[in-house]
């Protein structure tokens, strides 16, 4: 019987670490430092190692633990290989192979948004539900699409890019991938600044917005929260896009529940009632009850997927 | 060893039924008429009684047969229950067990498209492959998503209700299904038409397109095949719509094959060209290679994806 399982989170900075029970409560929790010199050769050796202190800490025996979950900051396929991770800079690593020679554990790997959404499904603001759409607004925008329990990984690890989905013709600035006009540039924490810079420099009319050093995300739905009329404006467009978005999305896949994460989320449930107004208008009439919540594991979503990721099938 | 299964394709006219071997040849195809009056309660023992013959005629054993799959028109949750199917004159009705206990046999039950959808995976244009959306481009547009080989349901029956993608915002005609700006109302056939005719009454320049009494979709391909300008200007109108549409979805599931299908379909490669250009552009990068297929299986897609049902774990 298996008691224990680990859950890593490989960032661009440090590395997040979980110790957990199979039931999904966190045990431990720790960072180690990413080291990303010489094309990250350290990372796993650094991950193996930390996980082989804590058995020995704790006391385990390695039959009570199920394995380690770890998500990457890139493209995972389907056997748990990564063809590129930029901020580790890796190439091809045959992760779950080296790290499961290194540790003598099961391992399986995913890329970190979607196995966020993995353990929001778990443990956070999709618990209770198997069919989940995570959104997670920072920089950009990432997501995770879970199906009946399981991440749909996609062809080329690109299942859930929900911030490269084209949603507007008339940007005439290139998003970080390329395109013109994605999702992530509209309803990014970056993006709602954008929109809100361009609603400012469109007129004359008062708001407090403009008493802001810069402009945030956190800018807007603040003074949201004030009823600043001009904020309420560019939360209407950023509802617009994310809502007829995410309806899209629905005519995909259909999910329970729409989970809303990352720093914009912060600003609480009045984001969630922006998106909301925009989802029920444009999505197909069997799908307009679809579940909105909030994320409620901030950074922790991920070390949570990750332990998630080796207790499936 | 099961060496046979039935596959049977649900319509509001005729029941389509095919007799296949497991390796997927149809051994046997022929259609019974659908009884639709009082509440459709003939359909199933109709069904029934049209297996149990063929079962009879060919002289099969019972334990040699997997079971018989459906395709019903109406949205079919997991189990197998389907809540509503207008077209049969049916409310909730509980296909499996009902069907499984008139037979004897497993029964498996699908939406129709998304059955359609598992058939063109099986033996049509995605063969080879297990990642797959199906765009069937009819009097409506319906759809299948395939995601490592299964029929993605949705919560509500809705996944791969790709018709019904919100697309358009300045689109004043209500979609069937209430909405407005659907892409059904823009790619298919019915959509192409109307397209052609908003083109024509809007310039007086020439078209062949003039000549014909009813412009169908048909007309616009012929027109384009024959180098018309106008027809290309609506053939491009049409692939902007669904290769944007697709490359949104492949940011949601990112499959390795797009099956085009249903009438529209029929005018070949030309059809594919146009939708390929506009994918190409608006896809996420890592989703750009992804493959464009004709279907192959026509309307025989159905009864082929039933089989296919009862025949997966």
Redesign the interface.
């Known amino acids: 019987m298996k008691k224990y399982c680990f859950g890593i989170d490989v960032g661009g900075t440090t590395v997040k670490c979980g110790l957990f029970d199979t039931q999904g409560t966190v045990l431990d929790k720790w960072e180690i430092p990413t080291r990303t010199e010489n094309n990250g050769v350290n990372i796993l050796p650094d991950v193996a190692e930390t996980i082989g202190k804590k058995i020995q800490e704790k006391g385990l025996e390695k039959e009570e633990i199920a394995g380690v979950g770890i998500g990457i900051p890139g493209?995972v396929d389907e056997n748990g290989d990564v063809s590129m991770a930029v901020n580790l800079h890796w190439g091809r690593v045959e992760i779950c192979k080296k790290l499961g020679s290194m540790t003598g554990l099961p391992v399986k790997a995913g890329n970190d948004a979607n196995v966020a959404a993995l353990g929001e499904m778990w443990m956070g603001g999709g618990a209770g539900y198997k069919?989940v759409i995570l959104a997670t607004l920072g920089t950009g925008v990432g997501g995770g699409?879970i199906?009946n329990g399981k991440i749909?990984?996609?062809?080329?690890?690109?299942?859930?890019?929900?911030?490269?989905?084209?949603v507007d013709d008339n940007v005439t600035e290139a998003c970080n991938?390329?395109?013109k006009?994605c999702l992530e540039q509209m309803t990014s924490a970056t993006g709602i600044a954008r929109l809100a810079r361009e609603k400012l420099a469109s007129t004359d009319r008062p708001s407090q917005m403009r008493n802001a050093k810069e402009v945030s995300a956190k800018t807007v739905f603040d003074a949201v929260k004030e009823g600043d009329e001009l904020a309420k404006e560019v939360a209407e467009q950023f509802g617009k896009y994310l809502g007829?978005a995410l309806?899209?999305?629905?005519?995909?896949?259909?999910?329970?529940v729409f989970v809303i994460g990352g720093g914009v989320s912060k600003a609480g449930t009045v984001v969630l009632d922006y998106i909301q107004k925009y989802y029920k208008e444009?999505a197909?009439?069997?799908?307009k009850d679809?579940v909105f919540a909030l994320a409620q594991l901030g950074n922790d979503a991920g070390i949570y997927g990750a332990a998630k990721l080796v207790l499936e099938d």
Do not use: W
């Open positions: 493209p069919n699409i199906v749909v990984t996609g062809t080329h690890g690109a299942g859930g890019e929900i911030g490269h989905m084209h991938c390329g395109n006009g007829t309806a899209v999305m629905a005519c995909v896949v259909d999910p329970e444009y197909f009439s069997a799908c679809a």
